[in-house]
Nanobody, 115 residues
Framework: QVHLVESGGGLVQAGGSLRLSCTSS????????VGWYRQAPGKQRELVAI???????HYADSVKGRFTISTDNAKNTMYLQMNSLKPEDTAVYYCYGFSRGVGSWGQGTQVTVSS
């Protein structure tokens, strides 16, 4: 089972930016798909962005044009660049990876956007 560790969360004002990182214990090439989910208090976990091969990146409608998912294969790391943040983006963000028939989650990182 792949081990995933997120970092980069924090407190930011509305309109600001954050970049989340997710480092994998295995090569990103071996994980498909890779992506980010989030869970706000009292709500279900929801997809934010995901990369599938083939297919490419896909985004939730609520973050299209503001968030960008990317990978650095040399560093075994996945990123989520979040711009123009809104208070409704406040949640715990989890990275996800599927490898060798098993899905794995990171421990989560808190993102709080103040108005």
């Amino acid at each position: 089972q792949v081990h995933l560790v997120e970092s980069g969360g924090g407190l930011v004002q509305a309109g600001g930016s954050l970049r989340l990182s997710c480092t994998s214990s295995e090569s990103i090439f071996s994980i498909n798909p890779v992506g980010w989910y989030r869970q706000a208090p009292g709500k279900q976990r929801e997809l934010v962005a995901i990369i599938t091969v083939p297919g490419g990146p896909h985004y939730a409608d609520s973050v299209k044009g503001r968030f960008t998912i990317s990978t650095d294969n040399a560093k075994n790391t996945m990123y989520l660049q979040m711009n123009s943040l809104k208070p409704e983006d406040t949640a715990v963000y989890y990275c996800y990876g599927f490898s060798r028939g098993v899905g794995s989650w990171g421990q989560g990182t808190q993102v709080t956007v103040s108005s």
